[in-house]
């Protein structure tokens, strides 16, 4: 089964920008991989996901702001980050599954540790 590992997290200014790298152990072609973020306190929440075939969907907050690519080549997906906002400080988390739905809708079992991602003023 494929491993996920998240990178790329770290300590930002507000308006400032981050890549985020999702790397399979093996490939993550056939899968739909999504990303997800917790804050302090509060509940995971996903942000954006792409389809084995580079579909991509957003929750409606970083629509704009934020963008989800794959590189098959390199069995990465990504997300990039901008404009950040304090509301943007959570672990994030990248997660696969079968279909975009099952992702979309937290019904995956492939999940990564998280990588922090921290704005500040």
């Known amino acids: 089964q494929v491993q996920l590992v998240e990178t790329g997290g770290g300590l930002v200014q507000v308006g400032g920008s981050l890549r985020l790298s999702c790397s399979g152990s093996g490939p993550l072609s056939r899968y739909a991989v999504g990303w997800y973020r917790q804050a302090p306190g509060k509940q995971r929440e996903w942000v954006a996901a792409i389809s084995d075939g580079g579909t991509t969907v957003y929750e409606y907050t970083v629509l704009g702001q934020f963008t989800i690519s794959r590189d098959n080549g390199k069995n990465t997906v990504y997300l990039q980050m901008n404009r950040l906002k304090l509301d943007d400080t959570a672990v994030y988390y990248c997660?696969?599954?079968?279909?975009?739905?099952?992702?979309?809708?937290?019904?995956?079992?492939?999940w990564g540790q998280g990588t922090q991602v921290t704005v500040s003023l």
């Open positions: 997660t696969a599954g079968s279909r975009l739905n099952l992702v979309r809708s937290n019904r995956t079992n492939l």
